[in-house]
């Protein structure tokens, strides 16, 4: 079994930053990619950004081009999503997901449905 335990956010001001942190435990991590995501009240859960298990990819929503960063420490079963430049429209809870890479398969890391587990959600909340 595999758990995802997220750290970090909170309340910043418009163009402040954030990181949050999210914590893998359970089967070989250097296995997994890993996404972030965000729901924001009465919309969709939104793909934000993702990483591969090697970290030599990164993937990116729009609204997250040139001011997120995905990143990821294998030795520490870690990702990392450092916000910055936050928007009032960045207000969500944001989700860390886990899925195993595949010989066999290509991961389309926009879709949550392509994830197996998933991080408990932690609450961003930008003001004005």
């Known amino acids: 079994q595999v758990q995802l335990v997220q750290s970090g956010g909170g309340l910043v001001q418009a163009g402040g930053s954030l990181r949050l942190s999210c914590t893998v435990s359970g089967r070989a991590f250097g296995y997994y990619d890993v996404g972030w995501f965000r729901q924001a009240p009465g919309k969709e859960r939104e793909f934000v950004a993702a990483?591969?298990?090697?970290?030599?990819?990164?993937y990116y929503a729009d609204s997250a081009k040139g001011r997120f960063t995905i990143s990821r420490d294998n030795a520490k079963n870690m990702v990392f999503l450092q916000m910055n430049r936050l928007k009032t429209e960045d207000t969500a809870v944001y989700y860390c997901?886990?899925?195993?890479?595949?010989?066999?398969?290509?991961?389309?890391?926009?879709?949550?449905?392509?994830?197996?587990?998933w991080g408990q959600g932690t609450q961003v909340t930008v003001s004005s």
């Open positions: 990483i591969s298990w090697s970290g030599g990819n990164t």
């Open positions: 997901a886990a899925v195993a890479e595949r010989a066999d398969y290509v991961i389309d890391y926009g879709v949550h449905g392509e994830y197996d587990y």
